[in-house]
């Protein structure tokens, strides 16, 4: 896929770096003039996968994610991406209020709310081990 522009970032599966990854991705996206509630979409959905990747993937014991987004047209793309432990069943895992935690800070809908505020989500395998979560945004402005 030929991207207009582009970039990749490695960071360290912590929660302090959650802010960071959904503030660059915001900044990055500002060329293509989206309004303040489609950079809010964004900034929930890339904090979703995130905290999946750290909370879930790696059980907070730290990894890197890689996230990488790229412009084309008026569509922003981005992927996140583990070498975590995976999900077993996908199909199981999208579906609302699914959660393999069961406590008060886990409500299950971090998949949810990515594909209510993007434009298309796939969730698939990064064999061996991880998930990659590939969103779209078409942007309006």
Request: proline fraction near 2%; charge should be negative.
């Amino acid at each position: 896929m030929e991207f207009d522009n582009y970039f990749k970032l490695e960071i360290e599966a912590k929660n302090v770096n959650e802010s960071f990854a959904r503030g660059v991705v915001a900044m990055f996206c500002t060329e293509l003039k989206p309004t303040v509630s489609e950079i809010n979409d964004i900034k929930t959905a890339v904090s979703e996968a995130v905290t999946n990747s750290i909370v879930h993937g790696y059980n907070g014991n730290g990894g890197k994610i890689i996230i990488e987004a790229g412009i084309r047209e008026n569509v922003l793309d981005i992927k996140v991406i583990d070498s975590g432990v995976g999900i077993e069943d996908i199909d199981m895992a999208l579906q609302p209020f699914f959660t393999t935690k069961s406590d008060e800070e886990h409500s299950g809908m971090g998949f949810t709310l990515m594909d209510s505020f993007m434009s298309s989500l796939e969730v698939k395998k990064n064999e061996p081990t991880g998930l990659i979560v590939h969103m779209q945004k078409v942007i309006k402005g």
